[in-house]
T-cell receptor
Framework: SQKIEQNSEALNIQEGKTATLTCNYT??????LQWYRQDPGRGPVFLLL?????KEKRKERLKVTFDTTLKQSLFHITASQPADSATYLC??????????FGPGTRLSVLP | DAGVIQSPRHEVTEMGQEVTLRCKPI?????LFWYRQTMMRGLELLIY????????DSGMPEDRFSAKMPNASFSTLKIQPSEPRDSAVYFC?????????????????FGDGTRLSIL
């Protein structure tokens, strides 16, 4: 069955450092991979989408990579700030396949 | 522009009661999704609609759950009768049509959810 794993339940880093979150999947061939941010008591907010034929995507301090051979996506936040503290979810989709969210990683950026 | 609007934000009711959750998608979006989020199972897709028509309800847990979309600006998710294990946060999301026939290449816009507690 399809399975998505995100590196750890929680990740603590120091302000100013780069946060790297991972999303690994098995038994799935996604055409797209999306990353969302979720704050407590709020719905997920879309951040970035990367297609299977794209290696890397950037948006301001965010960078996403997608390696279909390793079945892995990496999500980087450079120069992290306490305001980046949230839960980050990856989601996989593709024609004819279920759209599935990962369990999320709770990121805490410490001042 | 207003985002996805869900009501109520919180609902506490007793087991066996009927629960109705409501959603107003973003105007112009033709896809609507209902999700359930719990600590144990994460965010799960229950059902989605395209142009008000249910396309895939394979995620609906039981016959006690039903969803309707009578028009482009309103959808309901109903649980009857409700049980304590239905307690969760229910989210509605909407998106526009992707390229081709694959909606997965479009961002989904989520409401802030309904926190449901069944006692």
């Amino acid at each position: 069955s399809q399975k998505i794993e995100q590196n750890s339940e929680a990740l603590n880093i120091q302000e100013g450092k780069t946060a790297t979150l991972t999303c690994n999947y098995t038994n799935y061939s996604p055409a797209y991979l999306q990353w969302y941010r979720q704050d407590p008591g709020r719905g997920p907010v879309f951040l970035l989408l990367i297609r299977e034929n794209e290696k890397e995507k950037r948006k301001e301090r965010l960078k996403v990579t997608f390696d279909t051979t390793l079945k892995q996506s990496l999500f980087h936040i450079t120069a992290s700030q306490p305001a980046d503290s949230a839960t980050y979810l990856c989601a996989l989709g593709g024609y004819g396949q279920n759209f599935v969210f990962g369990p999320g990683t709770r990121l805490s950026v410490l001042p | 522009d207003a985002g996805v609007i869900q009501s109520p934000r919180h609902e506490v009711t007793e087991m066996g009661q009927e629960v109705t959750l409501r959603c107003k998608p973003i105007s112009g979006h033709d896809y609507l999704f209902w999700y359930r989020q719990t600590m144990m199972r994460g965010l799960e897709l229950l059902i989605y609609f395209n142009n008000n028509v249910p396309i895939d309800d394979s995620g609906m847990p039981e016959d006690r759950f039903s969803a309707k979309m009578p028009n482009a600006s309103f959808s309901t998710l109903k649980i009857q009768p409700s049980e304590p294990r239905d307690s969760a946060v229910y989210f509605c999301a909407s998106s526009s049509t992707g390229t081709g026939i694959d909606w997965g290449n479009q961002p989904q816009h989520f409401g802030d959810g309904t926190r449901l507690s069944i006692l």
